[in-house]
C-alpha cells in the first residue's frame, strides 16, 4: 500500500494514466487496515470480451493492443530521477537479483514433476542475463486488464491499475511480462502466453506488432526479447506453484488453486524453447 502511494503521489504529474493518490493512513483503527484515497476514473477494462462502448468503433481490438503498449513505452520514458523516486528501487543488478530470487523461490516450493526443467531453465537464465540499456520506472504486472480505457475510445490508455509492485530496473522486463500475457495467432495449445481465454478472439495486434511498437516509441534494442519472455513465463510458473503449494498444504480453500499447477509443464518447456 506505501509503495503504491509513494509511486501514485508523484507519479501523475509526468504521466497522465497513473491515477492521483491523496492520502495514505496506515492507522489500523480507522479501517483495520492500511489504504490510500486515490482519484476515481470512470471508464472500461477489456477482459475476455470487449465492452458494449468499445465494440462498435472500427478495428477497436487492434486499436485497445497498441493503446495498451504505448501506455507502456510512455511509463518508459518517464525521468523518474525528476519525479524523487530514485529510491524506489535498486536498479543496478536488478535482472541478476530476480533471477536469483526467483530460483531460490523455485527451491522452496519445486516437485519433483517438473524440477529437472525448471532448474535447468533458472541456470540458463543466470548464465545469460542480458545487459542493461537503461533503467526506468517498472510496473511490474503490465498487462491489458490492468488499463482502463474511455467510453467509445480505444486509442488511448486514460488509466493504469495495480501499482504495489512497482520498483526501478530494466524496461525490457516490464514488455517481457505483456508479452508473457498476450495470445498470438502462432500459439498453440502446447505453446502459447498465459492469458485470459477469450482474448485471442478480439483481433488484438501480434505481439511481433507489440514488439515492433514499443521499440519505435522508445528506441529501446528488443532483439534479446525472447530472453524476457522465457523469464516472465518461467516466473509465471513459480508464481503457480507457489499458489499450487499453497493448496496442497491446507493454507488456501480456494478451489482454483488446485489446478495452478496444470499449467507449469506448457509454459516451462515455452521458456526453454524461448531460450533457444
Avoid at 526506468?136 to 480505444?154: E, I, M, R, Y
Wanted: glycine residues 6%; contains cysteine.
Amino acid at each position: 500500500m506505501s509503495r503504491e502511494f509513494k509511486v501514485l503521489s508523484k507519479l501523475w504529474t509526468a504521466y497522465d494514466r497513473a491515477p492521483r493518490a491523496h492520502l495514505l493512513c496506515e492507522d489500523h483503527s480507522v479501517a483495520g487496515a492500511p489504504f490510500t484515497l486515490q482519484e476515481y476514473r470512470r471508464g472500461e477494462v477489456v477482459w475476455a470480451e470487449l465492452p458494449p462502448s468499445l465494440a462498435d468503433e472500427p478495428d477497436s481490438a487492434l486499436r485497445i493492443g497498441f493503446a495498451t503498449v504505448d501506455a507502456l513505452a510512455d511509463l518508459h520514458l518517464v525521468d523518474y530521477e525528476e519525479l524523487g523516486l530514485t529510491d524506489l528501487g535498486k536498479p543496478e543488478g536488478y535482472l541478476a537479483r530476480q533471477v536469483g530470487g526467483w530460483r531460490n523461490r523455485w527451491s522452496r516450493v519445486a516437485t519433483s514433476d517438473h524440477d529437472p526443467r525448471m532448474t535447468a531453465i533458472g541456470e540458463r537464465l543466470a548464465a545469460s542475463v542480458p545487459n542493461t540499456q537503461r533503467p526506468t520506472l517498472l510496473h511490474n504486472d503490465f498487462k491489458v486488464d490492468n488499463c482502463q480505457f474511455a467510453s467509445g475510445a480505444p486509442d488511448r490508455v486514460i488509466s493504469v491499475f495495480d501499482w504495489d509492485m512497482a520498483t526501478l530496473g530494466d524496461p525490457l522486463a516490464d514488455l517481457g511480462t505483456l508479452l508473457n500475457y498476450w495470445p498470438d495467432p502462432s500459439d498453440t495449445p502446447e505453446d502459447r502466453s498465459l492469458h485470459v481465454a477469450g482474448l485471442e478472439r478480439l483481433g488484438l495486434p501480434t505481439r511481433q506488432e507489440l514488439i515492433e511498437r514499443y521499440s519505435g516509441r522508445t528506441t529501446f534494442d528488443t532483439r534479446c526479447i525472447a530472453w524476457y519472455e522465457a523469464f516472465a513465463a518461467w516466473r509465471t510458473c513459480i508464481i503457480l506453484q507457489q499458489l499450487h503449494q499453497r493448496f496442497v498444504h491446507g493454507e488456501s480453500t480456494d478451489e482454483r488453486m488446485a489446478a495452478r499447477g496444470d499449467y507449469i509443464p506448457m509454459l516451462s518447456r515455452r521458456a526453454e524453447r524461448l531460450l533457444g
